[in-house]
Antibody, heavy 119, light 112 residues
Framework: QVQLQQSGAELVKPGSSVKISCKAS????????MHWIKQQPGNGLEWIGW????????KYNQKFNGKATLTADKSSSTAYMQLSSLTSEDSAVYFC????????????WGQGVMVTVSS | DVVMTQTPVSLSVSLGGQVSISCRSS???????????LSWYLQKPGQSPQLLIY???DRFSGFSDRFSGSGSGTDFTLKISRVEPDDLGVYYC?????????FGAGTKLELK
């Protein structure tokens, strides 16, 4: 069965960077876009961007240009998101989610990673 | 970006009851190919969102016919009948017609 297993919670200092992971299993990793979504309490769900692991192509929400960098490792079926120059506004839960092209929905989600930015 | 507006913000329901959640988009969600990519997701407490309905009215695997979606263009509705305890959580509508994908702010379903 399809599973997206994300890395653990992070407590990081303002100004630093963090890299979180999303390990996929149960399907062909290189055949589906992997998206990243931010959730803050009271702020709903906000799309960050996607990566196509098959060729490394990426697309970002303009708001996250320069903030988020998406990569993927085909050998380990793992997608990564690095967040840089962290501020308190980046404290949130971050989900990876598989996109089903042609149906245009997120059919499987990781369990989420809570990132807390605090000194 | 397409703005998705959900109402109400929260709903109280008795077990066995029926509820409706409304979702309105700022632009038509009819794609150039004729499909309408409006989905509903349920986020149970402490969990990630899970796909419930896609393309307005198609139920994702594992969800009963107590859940039904309807609508067209810019106005959509999710109905839940015979509410069960496992239905409680936050419901989000989301659109995949235009980039970037966007979501409503959510409707919290609670027990009365």
């Amino acid at each position: 069965q399809v599973q997206l297993q994300q890395s653990g919670a992070e407590l990081v200092k303002p100004g630093s960077s963090v890299k979180i992971s999303c390990k996929a299993s149960g399907y062909t990793f290189t055949s589906y876009d992997m998206h990243w979504i931010k959730q803050q309490p009271g702020n709903g769900l906000e799309w960050i961007g996607w990566i196509y692991p098959g060729n490394g192509n990426t697309k970002y929400n303009q708001k996250f240009n320069g903030k988020a960098t998406l990569t993927a490792d085909k050998s380990s079926s793992t997608a990564y998101m690095q967040l840089s120059s962290l501020t308190s506004e980046d404290s949130a839960v971050y989900f990876c989610a598989r996109w089903r092209y042609g149906y245009n929905y997120f059919d499987y989600w990781g369990q989420g990673v809570m990132v807390t930015v605090s000194s | 970006d397409v703005v998705m507006t959900q109402t109400p913000v929260s709903l109280s329901v008795s077990l066995g009851g029926q509820v409706s959640i409304s979702c309105r988009s700022s632009q038509s969600l009819v794609h150039n190919n004729g499909n309408t990519y409006l989905s509903w997701y349920l986020q149970k407490p402490g969990q990630s969102p899970q796909l419930l309905i896609y393309k307005v009215s198609d139920r994702f695997s594992g969800f009963s016919d107590r859940f039904s979606g309807s609508g067209s263009g810019t106005d959509f509705t999710l109905k839940i009948s015979r509410v069960e305890p496992d239905d409680l959580g936050v419901y989000y509508c989301g659109q995949g017609t235009q980039y970037p994908p966007t979501f409503g702010a959510g409707t919290k379903l609670e027990l009365k």
